[in-house]
Each structure stands twice: as structure tokens, then as C-alpha cells.
């Protein structure tokens, strides 16, 4: 069994006291108006539990479902404690660690409002875009760096970036990190940072290793756990499709011609390259999205799903973590996860921020068994059909429809400009709590 969170046992209490407004919260005023402009009025359960601790500069160690408003809850003490200081040229003030190119871009995009409120300066500092421009920008003089560990060390090895005045540090996404083989990497960072500073750390889980950078880095750090285990599915609705081979293919572009977007989520770059072609001539507007291909290319691609002139995006694990889609409300695994973490990151891509959203797996009867095994590690009781192209109940669940067989083809996006700080990526909407009734959910 995996560690809990109170296995790595903080000492100091959590906060009892639990803000039901944002107005009931020290912030800096710049900051509160800047949320109320942006009609973010109330937390989210998981920024109500970790605020006061935060804001008082205690160390942090968080647990919240997937679209549950962590970026807020690590990003607004993070900023409001940097607030009025000034970061020398390549000296930056507070650093937030997170596992893929795609989550430190949404991130940037989400805090990049606050920090301008309270005249912070933002850099993204990822692989795959310009080194240069993120060197220039350092250069500049940044106070926040959300940044990939490889990237980051990268750049400390060069002498571009240096961390000893960074005073709040936020490891996002702690297990995924340790699931990709940063932990190394982000060993060597945290050993660089301002002694004595605030450490906040964000994780599902706390195996691999991340227990050990709890004990090692966060002191008498206060544990949080808003949502139990269970709370990472229960606004979804789990399906297995139970499909024989020979009717894989066809299932599949049925539910790819759906009535709206979806996320279908494959074992490797090179199949799903294959079938966003096999979409593409059937008539659905695909388009793969992978590690293989550039940063520009992946964020255009998003951008392209985002707008809706691409319906169905055909992802590896790499889109498993950090895309936030608006309105999401279907995720498909057509090849079935390596393992039930897998699984929950797949799906937390739909029921976001409160919403529902419905997580359908396509099962070959050899894999049946795996899936049992798997589904049941995750707690999850599914609803079980077999289903054939052009069933009814295809249709109910996933809302499928015949292709029209006419091949569609996607124009290439225009390449976005980026920002001198590198921020890059595709906008996304801003995290928080909830918001007025004539706006949309909030994202992370």
C-alpha cells in the first residue's frame, strides 16, 4: 500500500479555520481585485485548507483531486509572500517545479494575471522551446520560475539561473515527477535553494521516493488532504466497452465522429500518429498529439482542440497530466492504461473543476482480466457492456456516430508569437473557486 499523507506525518496541526471567502483571506489588495475581476469569489476546498497555513509561510504538503484549484491554492501565497521584492538578473525570488512542458505552461498562463497585479515577473523554463529566450529573459530579471526539472538544471549548470534566493519553492505534481525519474533532478534543485525557505509540495501519492523528499525538504510541514482517494472519480462515470478485435477499429471512428470533442488516449506515438490518419480519411477532424512532435507543434494542437477545428485528439500518456480543456465531457482510453495511475490521470482530463464527465475503455477479451485487476486498484466499479459499431448502447454511452467517410484534412495552425519570458503554450482559463453563474467552471 502507499504511504498517506499523515504516514509522513507533519507535526504541526492543520488550520482549523476555513476561509468561505476570499475576503476572509490576507491577501494583498491587488490580488483580491484581481480575483474578484476575474468573478473568482470563493475557494475551492483545497485553497480554503491550505491558505492560512501558506499564507503564514508554514511548509505544505497537499492532496487534491485533479482539477480541484491547486494551482491557485500554491500560486496566490506564492505570489503574495514575493510581493514587492525584486529579483536580480538571474537570481529569481520563488520557483514552482512541475513534470511536463504542458503543465508549466498552463500554470504561467494561470498565475501570469495575479503576478502582473502585484508586479511580478514570470518565466517558463521548459524543453523544446527557445533556451536563448529563457536565458534573455532570467537576464531580465524574473521573480517566478515555473520550470521542468531537466530544463531548470540545465540552466543552473550553464550559470544562466542561479537558486539561492529563492525564497518559496512548489513541487507540483510530486508523483508524477517521480514517475518520469525527476526526482533526482529535483533533489539537486531543492539543495540549491535559500535555506529556511517555504517548501510546498502537491502530490496524489507518496511513493517512489516522494516520502523522502517530504522528510527531507518540508519542515513540519502541515498535511492537507480535502478529498479522499475516492473523490478522484466520483464525478465521472466509468465505462469498459468490451469489443472483439475486428470491431475495434470500426467503434473506435464512431466514437471519434461523436457530437462534440474527446480525448482518445493510446499506448504509443506511433499508433496514434496512425490513427489520427485512419480519422482523418474516415472523416473526423484528429490529430495526434505526443512527445515526438515539437512544443509548437503540441501547442498548436491543443490550440486547434481547444477552438474546436480539431474534435478528436488522439494523446499518449504525455497529455495525461496538466491539459485543461473547458467542457470536456469524454475521455477514451482505446488501448487501456498501464496501470490504474495511469487510469485517473487519464481521466481527470473530463470532470474538472465540478463538472461530470464520462471515462469509456475499449477492452479486447484478453485484456479483460488486466482491467478487472487494474479497475479494482483504483476502487472503481465500472459499468460493463459489449458493444459493437452501431449499437444503441455505443451510442448512449459515448455518443457515437457513423463516420461520414469523406476525408477531412486540418489546416496547420499559425504559430503563436511567445512571450520574452517564455511562457508560450496556448492560453488557458484561470484557476480558482467558484465563480458567478454566468461564467464557466474553473480550471486547475
Known amino acids: 500500500m502507499s504511504p498517506t499523507l499523515t504516514s509522513v506525518a507533519p507535526a504541526t496541526p492543520a488550520t482549523p479555520v476555513r476561509p468561505a471567502s476570499f475576503q476572509d483571506v490576507p491577501l494583498p489588495a491587488s490580488l483580491l481585485a484581481a480575483l474578484t475581476a476575474n468573478g473568482i469569489l470563493e475557494p475551492f476546498p483545497i485553497q480554503a485548507a491550505t491558505l ?42 520563488a520557483l514552482i517545479l512541475v ?60 550559470g544562466s539561473c542561479q537558486l539561492q534566493e529563492v525564497t518559496v519553492t512548489v ?126 507543434q503540441r501547442n498548436r494542437i491543443l490550440e486547434q482542440f481547444k477552438s474546436g477545428q480539431i474534435t478528436a485528439l488522439v494523446a499518449t500518456d504525455v497529455a495525461a497530466r496538466g491539459i485543461h480543456i473547458d467542457d470536456l465531457d469524454l475521455v477514451v482510453n482505446v488501448d487501456p492504461p498501464a496501470d490504474h495511475k495511469d487510469y485517473l490521470h487519464r481521466g481527470g482530463r473530463t470532470a474538472r473543476a465540478g463538472a461530470t464527465g464520462v471515462v469509456a475503455t475499449l477492452v479486447l477479451p484478453e485484456q479483460r482480466r488486466d482491467m478487472d485487476r487494474l479497475l479494482a486498484a483504483a476502487r472503481i466499479r465500472p459499468e460493463a457492456i459489449w458493444v459493437r459499431p452501431g449499437d444503441t448502447e455505443l451510442a448512449r454511452v459515448t ?35 467558484r465563480r458567478r453563474p454566468s461564467r464557466r467552471p474553473a480550471a486547475r
Not at 491554492?73 to 538578473?89: C, D, I, M, Q, Y
Not at 536563448?132 to 538544471?153: C, K, M, Y
Open 52 to 93: 492560512p497555513d501558506s499564507l503564514a509561510g508554514r511548509d505544505v504538503l497537499g492532496r487534491g483531486r485533479t482539477g480541484s484549484g491547486k494551482t491557485l491554492a500554491f500560486g496566490l501565497p506564492l505570489l503574495s509572500r514575493t510581493a514587492g521584492r525584486r529579483a536580480r538578473p538571474g537570481r529569481p525570488l
Open 99 to 158: 513534470p511536463t512542458r504542458e503543465l508549466a505552461q498552463q500554470v504561467t498562463a494561470a498565475l501570469e494575471p495575479y503576478a502582473r497585479a502585484v508586479r511580478l515577473r514570470c518565466v517558463t523554463v521548459v524543453g523544446g522551446m527557445s533556451m536563448q529566450r529563457q536565458i534573455d529573459a532570467l537576464r531580465s530579471g524574473a521573480e517566478v520560475v515555473v520550470a521542468t526539472p531537466g530544463r531548470l538544471n540545465d540552466l543552473v549548470e550553464r
Open 171 to 296: 513541487l507540483d505534481e510530486a508523483d508524477q515527477m517521480a514517475d518520469m525519474g525527476f526526482l533526482p533532478q529535483v533533489t539537486t534543485i531543492l539543495r540549491q535553494v535559500a535555506p529556511g525557505g517555504q517548501r510546498m509540495l502537491f502530490s496524489a501519492t507518496l511513493d517512489r521516493g516522494v516520502d523522502r523528499l517530504v522528510r527531507q525538504f518540508l519542515t513540519n510541514p502541515v498535511a492537507h488532504q480535502v478529498d479522499p482517494s475516492a473523490a478522484t472519480v466520483s464525478a465521472m462515470t466509468h465505462h469498459v466497452l468490451h469489443v472483439s478485435a475486428a470491431d475495434k477499429p470500426a467503434a473506435t471512428a464512431a466514437i471519434a465522429a461523436r457530437d462534440g470533442r474527446v480525448i482518445m488516449f493510446i499506448g504509443t506515438k506511433h499508433r496514434a500518429d496512425r490513427l489520427a490518419r485512419q480519422l482523418l480519411a474516415s472523416g473526423v477532424r484528429a490529430a495526434a498529439l505526443h512527445g515526438g512532435k515539437s512544443q509548437g
Open 399 to 433: 455518443g457515437a456516430r457513423t463516420p461520414s467517410g469523406v476525408p477531412v484534412t486540418v489546416a496547420a495552425a499559425p504559430a503563436r508569437p511567445t512571450s520574452p519570458a517564455g511562457a508560450g503554450g496556448a492560453p488557458t482559463r484561470r484557476p480558482g473557486g
